[in-house]
């Protein structure tokens, strides 16, 4: 394996580390964002908004497979693997870009 | 510091696409000059481990918690704000699409306040720094990036009227003020490890690490 593709690997596997532990280890606090939602939001203008595109509460407009990094009826075992799926993804997908554009530079 | 999507009304929310597609092409032809056989696994692995990271989310006072953004980091190892903008584009595709972290109709926002406003305050804040405190300029720049984009997502969720405009300041900027520390130390964690076990793979470090 050569040097660079090493650099992958060792990515990888420090995001897999971090993936499986994150289930157990993150704060299930609402985040900094949710958390001053909850105190100062404005619950009209929020409904107003919901209205406009259909949604009957704050989220995504399109179903996702795994909302918050879950799978349903799997409980902890649900969220490693929605990690370990996520990490994957997320690595392929960075790298078909910037393959994409590496082949792209290369012929000019 | 995902904005799901009822936060903003459709016309903000349009805005800010357009804005952070703007943005993003600038960012791809950033990626067309500088991906390289060492560039892509690098960019490849950042990706992986910014995902990663974003999803512990670490406890702050108030019951609150806050996650890493990544975008001042990725900035700093490709020495371009663009690669924080590209990184952070990708990152919240997928959160958006695979896992509802951020929602669709606003993901343009939440590209505009972590990618480009993270990608830039944290690049030039680097910049800025770097002669003065090498590491002091890494902590800051991560700290900068996060307390600057919650201040513009504060920003848009006020024109919204979502948010009061000093109540939102004050809430997110206070929490956000802390969870930068964390965004802070991680990216000079990172940022010092790269440099000591590959520092080819960073590219301001022949400038700025060797002088050290």
Redesign the interface.
Known sequence: MNK??K??V???T???V??L??PF?????????E???E????EH??S???E??G?E?????????????SISGMEKLGEVI??I???F???A???L???I??N???K? | MHIPDGFLPLWLSAVFWVISIIFVSFSLKWASKEMNEKTVPMFSALAAGIFAIQAMNMPIPWGTSGHMIGAALTAIVFNSPWAGVLMLALVLIVQGLFFADGGLIVMGANIFNMGVIGGFLGYYVFKALKKVNFHLSVFLSGWAATFFAAVFCTIQLAISGTFPIDLGLQFMGIYHAVIGIIEGIITLVVISYVSSVRPDLLKVSKKVITHE
């Open positions: 660079n593709n650099v992958i060792f990515g990888l420090i995001a897999l971090i993936g532990l994150a280890l993150a704060s299930g606090n609402p985040d900094g964002l958390s001053a939602a105190k100062i939001m404005n203008i929020l107003k908004n919901l406009e595109i949604l509460e704050e989220g995504t407009i399109i179903p996702s497979p795994m909302p918050d990094y929605a990690m799926i996520g990490i993804v997320m690595t997908f960075a790298f870009v910037g393959s554009f590496k792209s530079s290369s000019n």
